[in-house]
């Protein structure tokens, strides 16, 4: 059983810069892939990015955030983290860290293990 907890979630103005965590407890964290979704309000849940879990690949999805965020991993404090720069309005949404033993794709049916989600508003 893998325990996923987010932080670092909260209110920046445009332009500005957040950093998430994603803190792991349980199995060993290098035999997961993470990735960050995210749902803004009245939408579905979207992929954003993943990193495998020896941290050497990354794959995006989002061409919304290509160039502005960017996934780690810390394999020896068990973290993921997703490093938010240039954020806009439109990146508001709740941001959900998932573990996979599988791959790092946007579907969602392949990740074991979800986070409770972390709250990024943006303002403009």
């Known amino acids: 059983q893998v325990q996923l907890v987010e932080s670092g979630g909260g209110l920046v103005q445009a332009g500005g810069s957040l950093r998430l965590s994603c803190a792991a407890s349980?199995?060993?964290?290098?035999?997961?892939?993470m990735a960050w979704f995210r749902q803004a309000p009245g939408s579905e849940r979207t992929f954003v990015i993943g990193?495998?879990?020896?941290?050497?690949?990354?794959?995006s999805y989002a061409n919304s955030v290509k160039g502005r965020f960017t996934i780690s991993r810390d394999n020896a404090k068990n973290t993921a983290y997703l490093q938010m720069n240039s954020l806009k309005p439109e990146d508001t949404a709740v941001y959900y860290c998932?573990?996979?033993?599988?791959?790092?794709?946007?579907?969602?049916?392949?990740?074991?293990?979800w986070g409770q989600g972390t709250q990024v508003t943006v303002s403009s």
């Open positions: 998932a573990a996979s033993r599988y791959d790092i794709t946007p579907r969602e049916n392949i990740y074991d293990y």
């Open positions: 349980g199995q060993t964290f290098t035999s997961y892939n």
């Open positions: 990193i495998s879990g020896s941290g050497r690949i990354t794959n």
